[in-house]
């Protein structure tokens, strides 16, 4: 796991938080930490609060056998989820964009959302919890899009429309909905966003000087700024609120 997702899974963790971690990339399934800078998780069996395994978030067979783990590991129902994983193709010119990109990016930044509410929903809805949680990470992207990204920013719109929905839908069942939208942060993703299919995916430095000061704050989103957004909108504290959009994005939506 990289990106935003070990920043979360790190901060959830040490707020007491049992977690089950779908991540394509996994090694093996078992129990994991987080590594000391919070960037990657590492095999351990010293904890019993992180489980991982590996998962196709886009596939309903793998959030069957999640929402089954979760019950095996810990005999409880989910009663938050976190949707961060996301894609996008290179940055081009909308009309070099291929049916596999496209397919790709929805599959991705949309069936998971829609797979994950669709399989672990219900199970929430059966539990009657008193307050439980979807948090769907979107994207600046959808409030403020960029040219030559367009279905990328397509789906991100999706997500959030969507949570928006959900909220509506199943706030009498306790049950809320609310999306994180980040800026572009160090992630691995960052030189598909800003830099360019043709220079394979590289940033010149004018670039990345260009990006930074798209952002009045002056700086990229780091992994510690989602994980904040998410634990609050996931914490009891926020339980009156659903249907929000935090723009963790340092003004650049202002």
């Given amino acids: 796991m990289r990106g935003f997702g070990s920043s979360i899974v790190s901060l959830f963790s040490s707020h007491g ?13 078992g129990y994991y930490t987080p590594s000391p800078d919070s960037t990657s998780l590492i095999p351990s069996s010293a904890t019993t609060s992180i489980y991982a395994v590996a998962a196709d978030i ?4 793998s959030w069957v056998e999640a929402l089954k783990k979760v019950k095996e ?3 409880v129902v989910p ?15 909308t009309l070099d964009v291929t049916d596999a990109d496209f397919d790709r990016v929805f599959a991705i930044n949309v069936k998971s959302v829609f797979l ?62 609310n999306t994180v939208s980040p800026v572009a942060g160090n992630t691995p993703l960052l030189s598909k966003f800003a830099g360019s299919a043709e220079a394979g995916d590289t940033m010149s ?19 510690s700024d989602i994980a904040n957004a998410c634990l609050f909108l996931a914490d009891a504290a926020s339980n009156f609120i659903t249907g929000i959009d935090i723009p963790v994005d340092g003004g650049r939506c202002v």
């Avoid at 009663?79 to 010119?93: C, E, L, R």
């Avoid at 979107?138 to 949570?163: C, D, E, F, H, Q």
């Avoid at 430095?205 to 992994?223: K, N, T, V």
């Fill in 79 to 93: 009663d938050v989820v976190v949707n961060n994983a996301g894609w996008t193709y290179s940055n081009k010119p």
């Fill in 58 to 61: 886009t596939s309903r067979d």
């Fill in 17 to 29: 938080a049992r977690i089950l971690v779908l991540d394509l990339l996994t090694p093996s399934a």
């Fill in 116 to 177: 994950s509410t669709d399989v672990v929903l219900p199970a929430m809805l059966e539990a009657k919890l008193d307050d439980a949680v979807f948090v769907n990470v979107s994207s600046t992207a959808a409030i403020r899009p960029r040219p030559k990204l367009v279905w990328y920013n397509a789906s991100k719109g999706a997500v959030s429309t969507a949570t928006k929905a959900l909220a509506v839908e199943y706030a009498p069942h306790k049950v809320r909905f």
């Fill in 73 to 75: 590991l810990w005999a």
């Fill in 205 to 223: 430095p004018q670039q990345l000087a260009q990006f930074h000061a798209s952002i009045p704050i002056g700086r990229l989103s780091e992994g």
